[in-house]
Structure formats: C-alpha cells, structure tokens
C-alpha cells in the first residue's frame, strides 16, 4: 500500500458477518463507496453490493518527439577502425573501481556510436499503437464520409482508384479549357491509350456506360444537349455502339455545316 500510494477506502459493513469488513477498496484517487440500490446481481448476504464514484480527468497528451539510432545505416567498418585505435588503459587509468570503469566504457562505446551512427526522429503517432492498419482505414474513411460533400463522398466510394481520380480531373480541366467553343466536339471521344492525351481528347477509366453516374460528367453532358436541337442525353446510359454512333452523327453535321 505504501509503494503504490494506496488507502483502503470501504467502510460499508456486512450485518451477517459480524459487522467485519470483508470487501477492501484500495485506490490512490478519491473515491466516494456507496452501498448499491441497484445490484446487478442476487445479493450475497456476506459481501453487500457497493457502487464507487470517483471523477477522472483525461487529457490527450502531447506528442513528445524523440530521436533513436538507425542501425541498419551504421558504418560498422568505421567503428572497427576507431575501437581498433582507442587506448583502453589510458581510459581506466583514471577510474578508481569497477563502476567507474564501466561507466566510461560505455561512454566511449556512445560517442563512437553517435559518431557513426544516424539518427532517426520519431514521427507523432494519430492512432494507439495497438490499431491495426485495418482499423487506422477504417476509422479515416469513417471521418472522411462524415462530410457533407457529395463531391467528396464521390470520390472515395466511387473513385478509390488515385488514376480514376486523376482521370476526372484531367476531364474537368480540359472541359473548362474548351467549353466556348463548339468545334471542341469535333475531337470528342474516348479512349484507352493515355499516350493519346491531349487537350482535344477526353479520356476516362471509368466504363462508358457509367459516363453520366458522376457528377464531373453532368456538366459535359448538359452543355452537349444544349449545343444541338435533339435532346439525346449521353447520361442515359447508352451503349458503346450508340454512344459511337451519336459522336460520329454530330462530328459529321457540324463538318457539313461548315462547309
């Protein structure tokens, strides 16, 4: 009790032992013991139900940076050479007992290891160490989904993959780069190989027919039905033949119509 700093805090007594304490409570923090109304189970006669309430503050603890040796970088050849050179009679010459001469010996080998040995400052940690990567994923996409972004919300259910999301956006910059002019549909099309890139191209990995489940392709599909008369949306969904087959239909009337 007196290493831990405990006192025994229970004075509720039992009427059929004798009025003797046979329930200890020992704690270092203030406890008020209190004789339970509500056990959570058949009473023992012997042993009556207490409850214990103490209040507990608990503060998150800042991250205390701290720096340790990279082994794996260590120049062994170098500290043989130096252990090699060093006079360890010189040394304990000028120790007195064995404590001192332990003492400076690893003093010595210290010194040879900061010398030739780097060191490595530890990053702060956001999770417990026990979390495993699993969990640590699992709690990041939670926070992230708590948000009220649909584009946000999009991007992590639908757009996992860092080159679909690249993908969109290459599609977003060139749509904004070339929506004042209507010539742009003359090179609208898809395709697989992004060595074709090019502000003229709009490239997607995502199936074609999918092109109007996401919000960056709304804006595409609007302006192209309000550019021509016939309302043929590209957001239904059409197959990879049809969708072909409109491209080439309007890619050909605005060729005739220039002429």
């Not at 040796?69 to 260590?74: G, L, Q, T």
């Not at 170098?78 to 010459?93: G, K, M, Q, V, Y």
């Not at 259910?157 to 780069?177: C, G, P, Q, W, Y």
Request: one cysteine or more; glycine letters at 2%.
């Amino acid at each position: 009790m007196q290493f831990g700093n405990l006192e025994q805090l229970n004075n509720i007594r039992s009427d059929q032992s004798g009025h003797n304490l046979l329930d200890l409570v020992f704690s270092n923090l203030p406890i008020a013991i209190e004789r339970s109304d509500d056990p959570l189970s058949k009473v023992d006669d012997f042993h009556p139900p207490i409850t214990g309430t103490f209040n507990l503050e608990i503060t998150n603890e800042k991250f205390k940076s701290h720096t340790y040796r990279n082994f794996k970088k260590v120049n062994w050849k170098l500290i043989i050479e130096d252990l090699s050179a060093i006079n360890w009679s010189l040394i304990f010459s000028e120790s007195k007992d064995v404590d001192e001469k332990v003492k400076k010996f690893y003093e010595t080998i210290d010194n040879l290891l900061d010398t030739h040995c780097p060191k490595i400052t530890a990053k702060p940690k956001h999770f417990p160490c026990w979390f495993s990567i699993e969990t640590i994923r699992l709690l990041k996409k939670k926070h992230e989904i708590n948000y009220d972004d649909i584009e946000k919300l999009l991007k992590i259910e639908n757009l996992e993959s860092r080159r679909k999301l690249a993908d969109v956006k290459f599609i977003t910059k060139s749509f904004n780069d070339q929506i004042d002019s209507c010539t742009f549909l003359h090179h609208f099309k898809f395709t697989q190989d992004s060595a074709t890139r090019n502000q003229k191209v709009f490239k997607t990995t995502q199936s074609r027919t999918d092109i109007g489940k996401y919000s960056v392709f709304n804006r595409l599909m609007l302006t192209y039905n309000t550019l021509f008369d016939d309302r043929i949306a590209l957001s239904h969904q059409p197959t990879d033949a049809k969708l072909k087959q409109i491209i080439r239909e309007k890619s050909d009337t605005l060729n005739h119509s220039n002429v």
